[in-house]
């Protein structure tokens, strides 16, 4: 079916619980955020987060296997040339395929490129070499196949928002619009929603002390043998 998104387009999706039921489980490879993020160097001033477009859609999807996503819309049949959004497996496929495409990526005044699946971050010292960088690598993306989004563009600037923090030189904490998300929360009243409600608010742990024993009631809860 086609849905709506705020901005105005149509974007198609597809039900593949089936096909997320029977495929065999690669390791998930996506990293995590609270990790890389002690990527970005304390002295670094200059920032440029990149976001690329329906970033899935840039990886082709074989032929032999194209028929195991096969749809109907409006009585004809569609069969999908990229990997889908929505099957379980993309993210990581996609996270592989762009790690790989960016090995051979030279920054000429930097070392250090931030990558969480189709976000990156360009930590500099200097302005000059912020936008040399960032050129570098907007131009290698291109020659890869990938899209990157303009309005998503944050273009050597001294704060960036990245992965829901705010980061500057020598800090990172937490955007105004993940802490406002939290309060808005509804209480939890089954264990999908105490789940959701953990992950939103372990995301922020590095900022809420003691954490593991104020969240180990929820945690408890999780585990019980409750709806």
Known sequence: MGLRKPCGKVRIVQDLRKNNEIVVKCCPIVPNPAVILFQVPCDAEWFTVVDLSQAIFSVPLHEDSQFLFTFKFLH???SWCRIPQGFSESPSIFNQILKKDLESLELPFNLTLVQYINDLLIPSKTKDDCM????ALLNHLG??????????????????????????????????????????????????????FLG????????????????????????????
């Not at 003691?210 to 929820?218: Q, R």
């Open 76 to 78: 004809k049949v569609y």
């Open 132 to 135: 040399y960088d960032t050129i």
């Open 143 to 196: 020659k890869n196949g990938h899209k990157v989004s303009p309005k998503k563009l944050q273009y050597c600037q001294k704060e960036v928002k990245y992965l829901g923090h705010l980061i500057e030189k020598g800090s990172r904490r937490i955007s105004k619009e993940r802490v406002t998300a939290i309060l808005q929360m509804s209480p939890p009243t089954s264990k999908r929603d105490v789940r959701m």
């Open 200 to 227: 939103m608010v372990g995301y922020c742990r590095q900022w809420i002390p003691n954490f593991s024993i104020i969240s180990k009631p929820l945690v408890r809860l999780r585990m019980a043998r409750i709806p």
